[in-house]
């Protein structure tokens, strides 16, 4: 499943980000991983994450807007 979300904290130096989806109540993800292709990321931003699970533990920030 692939998700739009808004990233809500971020580590770049980690490749790590949180992102927050508005229409799933505002749920906020554990921290993910970004892919390299992403480069650097800002909180507010908006990405697509995909989900290799139901979990929102199991994904992968692939593209920022």
Avoid: C, W, Y
């Amino acid at each position: 499943m692939t998700q739009k979300g808004i990233v809500s904290t971020v580590d770049n130096a980690a490749r790590k980000a949180r992102v927050a989806f508005m229409d799933r109540d505002e749920n906020v993800t554990s921290e993910l991983p970004v892919s390299p292709h992403v480069g650097v990321l800002n909180v507010n931003d908006l990405v697509a994450v995909i989900f290799f699970s139901d979990s929102l533990s199991d994904g992968l920030v692939i593209a920022k807007f």
